[in-house]
């Protein structure tokens, strides 16, 4: 049996000890960028294990193999060429859901979500991750936000008071809202 | 790294004003070349040498600061806000100008990053003119 053609190699190259995943030829195609190399390079062995591919950036092997795991269940193959979307505000399937409440339990997690699916450039995944810190976001007074994602409050006095008076007309109850 | 190490170490059994020396040199050999010199190792050397116990010290302060360059390059702290530019504008994009008037509002770098002029070229004129207040 020769080489496995149908499998990438990933290594998480900034981790101490760098481990390698199996990427299915078919899960790849969700990552934009792992789709055009496998385009670029489909007669080159692009299959080998000694070919890994590295992650250039700091996340946890946790992180990675989730997301990997994520690729691997999610068959719906990814609309091509669907771009300016960006207004559509994203639903999450069951499914994904149930990866968000498994896999993402911590912002530090959700950070290390983000940098990867934007690096990998897996669309759908990095959608629903910005959509998450969305909802996380959205409906919120300035203190709950601040709360939630634990910064505090740098402005001087000064500035506050500027900003409130900017902003009055946010907290103008006698106003009636506009008729769209 | 650790074979220098044994070579510099063994000749000076007990001679603390000596080690002193030793170890200068051998921090500053560190910082010029690798970094990733294990900090147990100097420790074990200082077990070896009870007597000489102003070189431990001497030398933990060298680690400590030996230590920090390496750290600061790591983006250890994995907060949402020190996400790059470029992922929280799509986070913004996704907002709603009443959450974004609230975000504004929270700390000097989200309200410069959600200025009016960023909300403006984010958005484009079709959604300016489609968003709900």
Redesign the interface.
Known sequence: MAAQPDFLWIKNDMSPDGRVFRVSRQAAQHSTILRALIEDFEGIDLWKKEQCIPIKI?VSDQCLSDVLQWAENTKTAPEKGENAD??K??ELAAEDMHFFREAITT??K???L??LT?YLGIVPL?NMA??V??NM??????EQ??RM???????TPEQEEA?RAE?AW?YDEEQP??D? | MAPTHGMVERPLPANPARLSVTQSTRTGLDTAGDTTVPSPASNTIGGITPHAGIDVSVKLAGDDSRSQPPASPKPCPRHLLTLPPEILLMILQALDFADIVRLRETCMQLRALASPQQVRVLFGPDRLHSQPL
């Open positions: 700091h960006n207004n505000q994203v912002s530090e959700l950070y290390e983000l940098m934007d990095y910005c959509q810190v969305v976001i959205m409906g919120k007074s300035a936000i601040r994602l634990g910064i505090s409050k740098d402005f900003i902003t946010a809202p506009l769209r």
